[in-house]
């Protein structure tokens, strides 16, 4: 098995870990409702997606 023969410095280490930051999900405003969401996902504020209604929200659940 391979053994690298000096340690890497700091400034080497750290530029290969420079790509390794999470990024934030990138949230739009939902149109019919102004209830952050992600792009091309149904807005749990109001369940429409595009315009149509997948889903209603005015049902009781028991």
Do not use: I, N, Q
Not at 29 to 35: D, N, Q, V
Request: glycine share 6%; net charge positive.
């Amino acid at each position: 098995m391979a053994l690298p023969k000096r340690r890497h410095s700091y400034s080497r280490t750290h530029k290969r870990r420079a790509h390794d930051a999470l990024t934030p999900p990138s949230l739009t405003l939902c149109p019919e409702c102004g209830e952050p969401k992600e792009p091309h996902r149904l807005c749990a504020g109001c369940g429409k997606y595009r315009g149509r209604t997948v889903f209603s929200l005015d049902v009781d659940v028991k």
